[in-house]
């Protein structure tokens, strides 16, 4: 019996330690599984919605962070903080680590918040699910939402489209981030912004407008993708490191497709503008009426189009008329950005110098081009030019003046650089060639006025019987037209050249330098003291060679002979 009553108290003391073991177990587990938890602050929401996921960890460990881009399957991660945490509670003191991860959906449907792991621990797996857009939960009016607008469904290739996206709130937004559009096989650019405010079922919305233009590239279906915007509800509050009432959100525009037609089979024009509008003007540096020989004048062409880029224009046919030299200058290409999108405009200006007197016409310039308004071919077309020069063909004029560009039919005008009349100005000395012979001939008999008059302070001036006098006491463009009739004269070859030409096909260092000399004094800005006494050196130099007979005139000249 006593042994009995010993086994039964032998059972009873080995349960009970069983039943011991199991709850320390039991509790052991519990307080493990609760080590990392998972939260989300709400499970259901729109495609352009957010939500806030936090995960706690409570545990012993420290340092390390669950794999987050587990998230990145179903969702895009807007944010991730985290925060180590110390409380006491009831006595009871407690530490864990929160890690808040702000959400936004890739899909719609019903998805998972995926388990996470960290030391061990792993979290529970959350539900969610997430409807269209503007489909929220009933009860819910939506504080914010985006709108994509196009002003045509239909295009032609490389014809502009304007595309307007605007964000509408109810509250105030702020850190806005946006995704630049950007769309594969077409040229896009930013042209306006504009904040504004519209009401909408009587509620008053704060709109943020934002509007591109897109300029396809080939034809078919042009697609616009769908645009993130990221922000910030809430009034931003500077005292705080924390502003808990704030809110991230993210909103998704709509995609949206656009048939892009094919340059149309019946447009016959050697280059494609689709355009709204298209404009060609001319202008003159001066009236033309008064073109006279040896005086050059500036043409500026400005074509501007409603809708194209300045890359999109075909350069203007170039002039070759007898009697007329032409110099064009680089074009000048912009393209203005408004409301309506890109205008562009290209600016072409050309010095044309009229060698001989007598009438001339300038071609008409016609630009074909599409209308993008009417759906039909047009064309603009600047008329044919006529215009009169006077004046012999001797040229008596003793200097070129330099025109000034003043355009009053463009609102793009050019200001033409000194430099590059310089170069006008020398090519024109060269036309007078004839009128010089003649007044240097009439000077080497005797010193008197030049019976042609030219036009200096209403005098005519008296110019010395030799180089060396006239270097003494003659203006640069005086000495510029004696040298040229020196040279014509010793070396008759030479009279269909200027003197900068005579310089560079000779290889004459004197010559080379002589007129860089003059140049300088005579067209500079600001001109350069002339140096005489250098002049005269060198027209010593040259007088010297032209003394040591034929043979070394044809030596001296022979680069001019080779290139005749």
């Excluded at 899909?107 to 979290?123: A, Q």
């Excluded at 699910?129 to 009016?141: K, L």
């Excluded at 504080?143 to 509408?168: M, P």
């Excluded at 509050?237 to 909103?251: G, H, T, V």
Aim: overall charge positive.
């Amino acid at each position: 019996m006593i042994d009995q009553m010993s086994v039964i108290k032998d059972l009873k003391a080995q349960l009970a330690q069983g039943l011991t073991a199991l709850l320390l177990l039991t509790i052991a587990c519990v307080a493990n599984a609760q080590d990392l938890t998972a939260s989300v602050d709400r499970n259901e929401l729109a495609i352009n919605e957010t939500f806030t996921l936090t995960l706690r960890y409570s545990g012993k460990q420290s340092g390390g962070q669950p794999d987050f881009n587990l998230l990145e399957q179903d969702f895009e991660v807007l944010s991730r903080q985290q925060s180590n945490q110390y409380r006491v509670i009831n006595g009871r003191a407690e530490s864990f680590v929160e890690w808040t991860v702000i959400l936004a959906p890739l899909k719609e449907g019903k998805l998972f918040v995926p388990s996470l792991h960290l030391h061990g621990e792993v979290s529970d797996a959350i539900p969610i699910t997430v409807n269209q857009a503007g489909q929220a939960p009933a009860g819910q009016n939506r504080k914010a939402f985006l709108e994509v607008e196009t002003n045509k469904e239909k295009i032609f290739v490389q014809e502009q489209l304007l595309v307007k996206v605007r964000l509408y709130t109810t509250v105030g937004l702020h850190d806005i981030a946006t995704d630049p559009l950007q769309i594969p096989g077409a040229h896009v650019e930013k042209v306006d912004e504009q904040r504004f405010e519209r009401r909408i079922d009587g509620v008053g919305h704060a709109v943020y407008e934002l509007t591109y233009a897109v300029f396809p590239e080939s034809s078919g279906e042009l697609q616009i993708p769908s645009l993130n915007y990221v922000a910030v509800t809430g009034r931003r509050d500077p005292f705080s490191l924390f502003n808990r009432n704030a809110q991230r959100i993210r909103l998704r525009s709509e995609a949206k497709t656009i048939q892009v037609e094919p340059k149309p089979d019946s447009y016959s024009g050697s280059h494609w503008l689709p355009t709204a509008g298209l404009g060609l003007v001319q202008s003159w540096s001066k009236d033309p009426e008064e073109f006279k020989v040896g005086e050059p004048i500036t043409r500026i062409i400005t074509l501007r189009a409603e809708g194209l880029r300045a890359a999109q224009f075909p350069p203007l046919p170039k002039l070759n008329i007898e009697g007329l030299k032409t110099y064009p200058d680089q074009p000048q290409q912009q393209d203005q950005s408004g409301t309506n999108g890109i205008t562009g405009s290209r600016i072409e200006t050309t010095a044309i110098v009229a060698t001989k007197p007598g009438s001339f016409r300038l071609p008409a310039i016609t630009i074909t081009w599409w209308d993008t308004k009417t759906g039909r071919q047009r064309a603009t077309q600047l008329p044919a030019f006529r215009f009169n020069v006077t004046g012999p063909s001797n040229l008596n004029k003793s200097r070129v003046e330099t025109p000034r560009t003043e355009n009053a039919q463009t609102i793009n005008s050019k200001r033409v650089e000194p430099g590059f009349w310089q170069k006008i100005a020398i090519a024109a000395i060269a036309s007078h060639l004839i009128w010089l012979i003649y007044l240097f001939h009439q000077k080497r008999t005797s010193i008197s006025q030049s019976s042609n008059g030219r036009d200096r302070n209403k005098q005519t001036p008296v110019v010395p019987t030799n180089l060396n006098q006239l270097i003494d006491s003659g203006s640069p463009q005086e000495i510029i037209f004696a040298l040229r009739d020196w040279t014509s004269e010793h070396w008759p070859q030479t009279s269909s050249l200027n003197l900068t030409d005579i310089a560079n096909r000779t290889g004459g260092e004197e010559i080379i330098q002589f007129v860089k000399l003059l140049n300088e004094a005579a067209y500079k800005e600001p001109p350069k003291p002339l140096n005489r006494q250098q002049l005269k050196i060198l027209v010593n130099l040259l007088i010297s060679k032209q003394k040591n007979g034929i043979a070394a005139t044809k030596a001296y000249l022979a680069p001019l002979y080779r290139g005749k």
